[in-house]
């Protein structure tokens, strides 16, 4: 069934929360629901949503899977405490990597970390706390780009014509799906979420899996982890959509201390864009991306090349795989 879109000029954000709060109510009933929060604003805003209509009701999960940012667990059940929601934090790093281990495409490398997800934690998940339902976060641009074969977003399945319920043993619910992270950002605002998750940029829900071109090992998640927090540190005034690193695959020929180094190259990317259908590649200053690379080349370590992306969506995309 096509998803009618509400584009943000006709979102009424107040109103959305108060008809979503009652589509969630009557559809799990007396029951229980479960959901994942990433820390991103989609799936804060589910989270804020499912606890107005459920209360103690709505489980919400952490999944540490070993593919996050640094410090991101922590920050994100401090920061839901103050907004009285408890978040469990559930390690399944374990399970992750070894899905993930000796995948180099990328569709099969999404298709992995869907599977992860949704069979092994949320179907463990659904069972331990006798929920039927996963509300989820996803938007109505996951859904075109899924439709359109462009990219397979990890939380799409209907719309490709798969039951969730068949596939996994649980109802999904997905209260975001008409519109897009403008509009989702409204809504996030007006659930009461502080402006740090509502002005969020977008995360990926294969997390830095998505950022390592060719095999996520424990060890490139953990490099390209670095290089993000440079970024994110060094790019946190930019009014930007998104930034990014990219770890590559390649090794290309450097020096270090006077010797030959086969060192790693890691590509920054940092969006303009409004909906993330379409994306520029923001204008930075010549000197900030000076400072990237000198900070990037100096604490990530084997890292010998910085390179700045200049190519806009279409026809790249905003994440490398
Ligand atoms: P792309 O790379 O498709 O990204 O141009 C568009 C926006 O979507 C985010 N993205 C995802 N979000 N699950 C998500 O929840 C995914 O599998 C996924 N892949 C990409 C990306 O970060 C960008 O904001």
Redesign the pocket.
Known sequence: MKTTEITVQELNAQEFIKTKVEEISSMVGDGIAINAL?G?V?SAAVTMLGHKALGKRLKTYFVENGLMRKDEPQKIVELFKKQGVEVILFDAKEEFFSALKGIIDPEQK?EA??QTFYKNIFGKLVKESGAKYLLQ???L??VD?TVAG??????VFEQLGIDPQEAFGYKIIEPLVQIR?DSVRKVAEAVGLPVSIYNR??????ALS?RVIGEATPEKVELVRQATTIIEKILADVKA??Y?AILHNDRVTGMRDGKRDFGQQIEIRC?D?VD??T?TPTKLPYDTLMELSNCILAEVPGVVSVTYNIAA?PP??????
């Open positions: 990433s991103g989609d999404r970390i869907t976060g996803t938007i641009t996951d780009e462009i990219k397979r977003q990890h939380n992270k940029m977008p995360f990926p829900g294969p998505a959509f998104q990014m969006w864009s993330a259908r994306a969506k790249s995309t905003m994440e490398a795989i």
